[in-house]
């Protein structure tokens, strides 16, 4: 037994040693290697610090400005410095007061003292600095508002210098926050500019639009923000913008999309419930809509159509499609990812627009101009009526059911919407835009009886999902009440099949947004 003992003892023994000598062996290799790797590389370092030449008159260097470029000092440079000086006294109230009224004077003589003083005291905040934000931002602080929070997360590009209002070469590569902030200095000093440079998300909204909280000047009250501009390309961040703003009670006005237009006199003032021949509009209106938002925000629009010879947004190569996860490509996610086309007059008439209509509202300046809307408002209240009386007619032809106090889940809104968002205010059938009618499209499976489950709650409703309503004329609806909700015929035997294709694309489109609700 111990001679058993003796073995097992020394096939241990020979197992561990054998297990140091491995990892010794290991550990040394692995030292020589990396500190071959070090002499090598402090070499490499060594020779390339040997070749840089000492400075002289030929070789001149310069240290990095705080975004990694040279930091040349030019005349550009100390003239920025001594706007920066002048605009942080004056900032302080350390400004002739009869200087700042010179400069306003033409805005005075318009607005009036009273008017003027109310924008010198009002605080706006400008979300997105590109070329609709750089324009509209520019203009209120020339024009007098005497606080402005901008907020943009973006830097200067080569690409922004065609519409970038205040943008220079030599701001390439920095905040745009930054650049506007320098610029407005050197223009109107005694404007306090509080830089934001942040992406406005659904966390950092609530801080974007706080009070008033940038150089507090002593005695100075809270200030509410009065105005809020939305200036931003991406629809999730611009639908969160003015969803907050519309539940918090908070003025704002949204720039729609100024991308492939070129005709000024197309831009409109409007509620967003009635601007149309706008694809970011359309897009913003029905996500806000399936949020309970049916309107009450003034937008600026364009009413230009695209058409033959126009700018369009380029398709995305198919080689990148076959790649897969087109979506990828963009910068940051729910970012397009095309360059979209913009004659760069555009965006600048859309900023001044929105500036207008901001200080003009903040003045207390009358504004009749339009404000886009079609004055439809009456035919979708016809429409309502007409769709009621159908439904009562084909109640009370079943079994003669009681259709007194009769409601059906459709209201003027949802007219409008159906009328303009999903069916572009023309008739599936004959395309036509003129003495137009909602109607079903199918009999109803159960056929057309009031719902029992309200019947119970002592109310007379009935199912009427907005997909299960087409647009027609009223001669067309009329013929389709009698041949298919009347009689035994189906949409498939009366309707040639682009009619039918027709209609499934515009109730597929609608159920695509009711995912929203």
């Known amino acids: 037994m111990s001679a058993w003992l003796q073995r097992q003892s ?4 020979s197992t561990l040693n ?4 491995a990892s010794f062996g290991a ?3 692995a030292t020589v290697i990396l500190t071959t790797t070090a002499i090598r590389r402090r070499h490499a370092t060594d020779e390339l610090k040997a070749s840089i030449p000492p400075l002289s008159s030929d070789h001149q260097a310069v240290p990095l400005n705080e975004f990694g470029g040279a ?3 030019t005349i550009s440079n100390k003239e920025d410095e001594r706007s920066a000086l002048i605009a942080a006294r004056a900032r302080k109230g350390e400004y002739d007061e009869e200087l700042i009224l010179e400069q306003l004077a033409r805005n005075r003589v318009f607005l009036k003292d009273e008017g003027l003083a109310k924008l010198r005291d009002s605080f706006v905040v400008v979300v997105g600095l590109g070329g609709v934000g750089s324009h509209c931002v520019a203009a209120l602080a020339r024009s007098g508002v005497s606080r402005i929070r901008v907020v943009d997360f973006d830097q200067v590009t080569l690409s922004s210098l065609n519409r970038h209002a205040l943008a220079t070469l030599a ?30 998300g659904s966390r950092s909204i609530e801080g974007l639009l706080a009070k008033w909280d940038f150089e507090v000047r002593e005695g100075e009250e809270d200030k509410e923000v009065d105005w809020v501009v939305d200036a931003i390309d991406n629809i999730d961040s611009k639908v969160a913008l003015l969803h907050y703003c519309a539940l918090k009670g908070i003025k704002v006005i949204s720039a729609m999309g100024a991308g492939c237009k070129s005709d000024p006199t197309r831009i409109q003032v409007g509620d967003i419930s009635t601007s149309f021949e706008d694809p970011l509009s359309k897009s913003t209106r029905r996500r806000l809509r399936v949020m309970g938002i049916n309107g009450g925000i003034p937008v600026v629009f364009s009413t230009e159509k695209p058409g033959e010879g126009k700018a369009g947004l380029l398709p995305i190569t198919d080689e990148e499609f076959e790649k897969g996860s087109v979506d990828k490509l963009g910068v940051l996610p729910e970012f397009r990812v095309r360059i979209l086309p913009v004659l760069g007059t555009m965006p600048a008439v859309f900023g001044y627009t929105v500036a207008n209509h901001v200080i003009c509202s903040i003045a207390g300046y009358p504004m009749d101009y339009r404000v886009g809307d079609r004055g439809r408002e009456k035919m979708y209240d016809a429409m309502l009526s007409a769709l009621q009386g159908l439904e009562e007619r084909q109640i009370r032809s079943t079994n ?3 259709t007194v106090g009769l409601r059906i889940p459709v209201s003027r809104d949802d007219v409008a919407y159906l009328v303009e968002e999903v069916f572009r205010g023309k008739s599936v059938v004959s395309g036509l835009g003129t003495r137009l009618a ?5 009999k109803p499976g159960g056929g057309f009886r009031v719902d029992p489950e309200y019947e119970k709650e002592g109310q007379k409703r009935i199912k009427l999902p907005l997909t299960d309503l087409v647009l027609m004329t009223k001669e067309e609806a009329l013929r389709h009440e009698k ?5 035994d015929a189906s949409p498939e035997s009366i309707y040639d099949a682009d009619v039918l294709a027709q209609v499934k694309r515009r109730h597929d489109e609608e159920m695509a947004y009711q995912r929203f609700r």
Do not use: F, M, Y
């Not at 020394?10 to 023994?13: E, F």
């Not at 905040?175 to 934001?196: A, F, G, M, S």
């Not at 041949?483 to 009689?487: N, R």
């Open 400 to 402: 003669g059911q009681d």
């Open 71 to 73: 930091s040349r000092p």
């Open 483 to 487: 041949l298919v909700l009347q009689g």
């Open 438 to 442: 909602l109607i079903r499209w199918r």
């Open 27 to 29: 550990i040394t290799a």
């Open 171 to 200: 701001d390439v590569g920095t905040p745009k926050v930054h650049c506007v902030r320098k610029r407005l200095e050197q223009i109107c000093p005694w404007v306090r500019i509080d830089e934001r440079n942040e992406l406005l």
């Open 10 to 13: 020394s096939l241990s023994n």
């Open 18 to 21: 054998l297990t140091l000598a």
